[in-house]
């Protein structure tokens, strides 16, 4: 998997900002010069950003600064994960609404497109990453932090569920069958999520509300297996919690006739 980016002018980029203020590159790490402030740092609205096998996933970024002589811009938002892993934005691609005299929000898109060739690559981008940048202020005041914010990369979990026979007699034995899979980026296909816990869920007919049946453990293919007794209509699904690297997902229910 991999992200569009323009990583490879990070360094020229901070080093001419920060000669042209006056500062020199090797204090372009964490630091900065004057009252500047970063208030805030909002990534894809807080929740983490879950990528697929095919689909070009958006992140908006947030970022909410203060100075006495009023924000210039946002330099860059540079988003960085496991080693080789990073997505990056420059000012032309930020834009920043003032909010008072001070103060003002700059937003920009960070993409990651798991077709693209170069810049995102391998599992192990599922993570936390560090959200850094760099915010200049009219008085040529600035301020750069390598993790401004932290925020989860994941990856796209998928559930099915199938409850056969279909119609059953009440008292028969219903057998549940499915499979949690999530994507691999190192081929850009769906595999089988292996030995997680998922629960058997059902509600009846009438009902908006599932309650579980029972706990089962994904198989050593990501399958999942169980049988339950047939009592009424109604729909079964299997609901996964998630993990750190994997989002929950739930099954579309499938509905039972009970004769």
């Keep these: 998997m991999r992200v569009i980016t323009r990583f490879a002018l990070f360094g020229t980029s901070v080093a001419l900002f920060t000669t042209a203020i006056g500062v020199p590159a090797a204090q372009a790490e964490d630091g900065g010069e004057g009252d500047i402030t970063i208030d805030k740092v909002v990534v894809n609205g807080g929740k983490p950003v879950v990528v697929g096998t095919t689909e070009v996933v958006s992140a908006k970024v947030s970022v909410t600064a203060s100075d006495d002589s009023g924000i210039a811009g946002v330099r860059y938002l540079s988003a960085f994960g496991p080693k080789p892993n990073y997505a990056q ?12 005299v001070t103060t003002s929000t700059c937003t920009g898109t960070l993409t990651f497109d798991p077709q693209a060739s170069t810049g995102f690559v391998g599992n192990n981008a599922a993570a936390t990453w560090n959200l850094g940048t760099l915010v200049s202020a009219h008085d040529y005041d600035y301020v750069h932090r390598d993790a401004a914010a932290t925020f989860k990369v994941q990856r796209h979990s998928k559930l099915t569920v199938n409850a056969a026979p279909e119609p059953v007699k009440k008292g028969k034995t219903l057998t549940v069958t499915g499979k ?15 030995n997680q816990s998922v629960k058997l869920q059902f509600r009846k007919k009438d009902s908006s509300t599932y309650t579980t049946v029972k706990t089962i453990k994904s198989d050593s293919t990501g399958n999942l297996r169980t049988t339950v007794t047939a009592s009424t209509d109604g729909y079964f699904r299997y609901a996964f919690a998630g993990t750190a690297t994997t989002p929950a997902v739930n099954a579309a229910g499938d509905f039972v006739d009970v004769q």
């Design 89 to 100: 934005i420059w000012d032309d691609e930020i834009t920043c609404v003032e909010a008072n």
């Design 180 to 194: 949690l899979s999530r994507a691999n980026w190192e081929d850009n296909k769906y595999h089988g999520y292996t």
